[in-house]
């Protein structure tokens, strides 16, 4: 028997570029390694049963990390008034570069909400993680908080939206609006 919970969105799954963590024997993992092979890029084994949910979790721990800090960056540069395109060019390439920010920033610049992960997705996993921290008795605060934040969308009706649309919560708490018209046709030269 194995866990093997994944990473990427459906955008990983369309294009074979899932992250597979793997709980479970050793031997069971490489007689199924050539499945993952398919699915995804990356094939890790990280422990025992149970030890590839944990992982995932950790990794949605990050992801959604990556989203809040994301959106209070461009809520920042778009209240400071600097170039949206030119914050994210200079940015995106430096230690506060992330892979949210580097492919989801160009949408949020765009308002264009399709998801890789969607947000109801979203608040499954964030459940899962905070479901583990009271089992654990850690105190897992970020994500309590954007739990919350992303509930306010769910109330909104758009738990269909990307889990990049977090901003939409950062903005309604600010009244203030990233990107759009402005900065499409920017976002999309790039």
């Known amino acids: 028997m194995l866990d093997a919970p994944v990473s990427g969105g459906s955008e990983g799954a369309k294009n ?8 479970g024997l050793a031997e069971q993992v490489e007689r199924a390694r050539p499945v ?3 699915m995804g890029k990356a094939t890790t084994h990280v422990g025992p049963i149970g030890a590839g949910q944990t992982v995932k979790l950790v990794n949605q721990v990050l992801v959604v990390g990556n989203a809040l800090a994301m959106s209070e960056a461009l809520l920042l540069a778009q209240a400071s008034g600097v170039d949206l ?3 994210f060019d200079a940015v995106s390439q430096g230690a506060g570069g992330s892979w949210m920010f580097t492919n989801r920033g160009p949408q949020i610049l765009a308002r264009d909400w399709r998801p890789g992960f969607s947000i109801a997705l979203q608040q499954k996993d964030l459940r899962l993680i905070l479901e583990a921290g009271r089992e654990l008795n850690i105190p897992l605060i970020a994500s309590s908080l954007i739990a919350n934040l992303y509930a306010t969308l769910e109330a909104r009706g758009l738990g269909g939206d990307g889990n990049h649309a977090l901003i939409k919560a950062i903005e309604n708490l600010a009244n203030i609006e990233v990107g759009g018209a402005a900065t499409t046709s920017a976002a999309g030269a790039k």
């Open 36 to 38: 993952f092979a398919a």
């Open 85 to 87: 395109q030119k914050a």
């Open 16 to 23: 074979g570029t899932l992250s597979i963590m793997v709980g």
